[in-house]
């Protein structure tokens, strides 16, 4: 499996911007699809996920409202649409696949196998 994320950019505080993750290789119904963020200094951190089959989603606190994630089967791709963003967003984004990930470990980077190579999103104030 391999992942490819883009979309990253600098904007101002309020904006929006839609990254992307084309999934390519095999892919299985019951793999988790995950965005996670890094700020330097900081630990990977998780940002939001979707089950590839059935399309639940999960998201952490700090982006509950203003980010989506969604998926296009067709196209293999997920999306984190981003709206209000603001300065403490910025980070490199990285999107992440797992076949193995529960609810109990969702958030955890380590339960992730496979990773794209991060898009970096700035946005200033």
């Known amino acids: 499996v391999q992942l490819q994320a883009s979309g990253g950019g600098l904007l101002q505080a309020g904006g929006s911007l839609t990254l992307s993750c084309v999934v390519s290789?095999?892919?299985?119904?019951?793999?988790?699809m995950g965005w996670f963020r890094q700020s330097p200094g900081k630990e990977r951190e998780f940002v939001a996920a979707?089950?590839?089959?059935?399309?639940?989603?999960y998201y952490a606190d700090s982006v509950k409202g203003r980010f989506t994630i969604s998926k296009d089967n067709a196209k293999n791709t997920v999306y984190l649409q981003m709206n209000s963003l603001k300065p403490e967003d910025t980070a490199v984004y990285y999107c992440?696949?797992?076949?193995?990930?529960?609810?109990?470990?969702?958030?955890?980077?380590?339960?992730?196998?496979?990773w794209g190579q991060g898009t970096l999103v700035t946005v200033s104030s």
């Open positions: 979707i089950r590839w089959s059935g399309g639940r989603t």
């Open positions: 992440a696949s797992s076949q193995t990930v529960i609810i109990s470990n969702m958030k955890n980077p380590t339960a992730y196998h496979y």
């Open positions: 290789g095999r892919t299985f119904s019951s793999h988790v």
